[in-house]
């Protein structure tokens, strides 16, 4: 009977539909993700094992957190889960690089593009922030974006833009507006 329960997550597909009501476990999933990972040192430590590259570019000892809250259009307040921001190592006359995670606990099909659009709006909300807060003075890189996945869908390891809005060929030279790397953390867990 384990075994059947065991194959049962394994095989947990995009298609399935969650049966928790809207917004219930993962607010308090995104609530505790947010506390735990909005301590300093807890993220420094979590950044150097799980984006390690991010050590080469940027001081992770000068990392802050920013605010979380972003506004629409229309006044509408987006949350992100976490944003980090951090200095350079060595461009001088560069802005900080800033990092946006997202948590999920769960991702079916009908929310992957909801989850790319999402986060590549508060990219863009941060691009407007940093130039708001640093004008024409600096090179403002763009900002990145992660999910930090913790469901069971093992397979899930990135949202590619090209994928959930194909392109018609005609149309190429335009390119990939954004990929979303995951941070799949059963992988992670199952791995050590």
Do not use: C
């Amino acid at each position: 009977m384990v075994r059947d329960e065991e194959r049962h997550d394994e095989k947990e597909s995009y298609d399935q539909v969650s049966e928790t009501p809207q917004g219930a476990l993962h607010s308090i999933d995104d609530d505790m993700f947010h506390k735990f990972m909005t301590e300093r040192e807890l993220a420094v430590s979590w950044l150097q094992d799980y984006f390690p590259e991010l050590e080469e570019e940027v001081e992770l000892a000068g990392l802050q957190v920013e605010p979380n809250e972003f506004y629409g259009r229309h006044i509408n307040k987006r949350i992100a889960d976490v944003v980090y921001s951090f200095p350079f190592r060595h461009k001088p006359g560069y802005a900080q690089l800033t990092l946006i995670l997202e948590h999920k606990s769960r991702i079916v099909k009908s929310e992957l593009r909801q989850t790319l659009i999402q986060t590549a709006s508060y990219v863009v909300n941060q691009l407007f922030r940093e130039v708001k807060r640093n004008g024409s003075s600096v090179t403002i890189p763009q900002p990145l974006a992660a999910v930090v996945y913790t469901g069971n869908n093992r397979s899930l390891t990135e949202l590619r833009w090209d994928e959930l809005f194909p392109l018609p060929s005609y149309l190429k030279r335009f390119g990939v507006v954004y990929n979303l790397p995951v941070v799949n953390m059963r992988n992670l867990l199952l791995a050590g």
